[in-house]
């Protein structure tokens, strides 16, 4: 099956919480639900969702590059939402991340996430290649 490697993020609740950014097993790497604060707590982009989403899926990129792989093994994304109104626009950014790489993706809309500052959450699921 493959080693397992554990990517933290440096967020200071992940041990407290018991879980990390990514986790890559093998081929496989799955990213955590991402949002947009950074690892001393500061949120990004308050009442902006173009920005939140843009800064989750940096995020993300670099949490699945420091696991070995890149946004293109990327093969399924989860999506939640505060507000479905907000769809179209998160969906823009994440177009420009994944337009040529099309993952399977979901959009959900919540009725909240863990801060009310806080427009979206992002989780994505990626098979690196063993070329």
């Known amino acids: 099956m493959g080693e397992r490697v554990n990517i933290s993020s440096g967020a200071p609740w992940e041990p407290i919480a018991g879980y990390s950014r990514a986790v890559r097993v093998g081929q496989f790497i799955e990213v955590a639900g991402t949002t947009a604060v950074d690892a001393q707590g500061n949120f990004f982009g308050e009442g902006d969702v173009v920005a939140q989403t843009q800064y989750v899926l940096e995020k993300i990129q670099r949490a699945i590059e420091q696991a070995g792989g890149t946004m293109s093994d990327v093969v399924r994304t989860r ?13 823009k950014v994440h177009g420009k991340f994944f337009g040529e790489i099309r993952p399977a993706s979901t959009g959900v809309e919540v009725g909240a996430l863990i801060d009310d500052r806080l427009l979206v959450e992002i989780e994505a699921s990626a098979i690196v290649s063993s070329d």
């Open 79 to 91: 999506i939640f939402v505060t507000d479905r109104e907000h769809m179209m626009e998160v969906a």
